[in-house]
């Protein structure tokens, strides 16, 4: 799936390596979150992990931790 929003992020082009780091350490997500925060598409971003329940990587500017966190509140306030 690749979805039209997908063309106008500022991911593009950069190695993916970046949005995957290899712990959940907050430290290692510092670089991808700071593309994230000027993302255009940052809010799509986010809502397409959320709604796929993405394990891995930081998406919409979020860790894995953080969206599991997202939903849970979603869920509490549902
Ligand atoms: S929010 Fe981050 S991961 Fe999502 S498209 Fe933008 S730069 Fe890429």
């Given at each position: 799936m690749n979805p039209t929003w997908r063309k106008r992020s500022?991911?593009?082009?950069?190695?993916s390596d970046v949005f995957y780091?290899?712990?959940?350490?907050d430290a290692d997500a510092e670089e991808a979150k700071a593309i994230c925060a000027v993302c255009p598409v940052q809010t799509m971003c986010l809502e397409h992990a959320l709604s796929l329940r993405e394990r891995e990587g930081i998406w919409g500017g979020t860790t894995e931790r953080e969206r599991r966190r997202i939903l849970r509140q979603r869920r509490k306030t549902a």
């Open positions: 500022a991911c593009t082009g950069i190695d780091p290899s712990s959940e350490d």
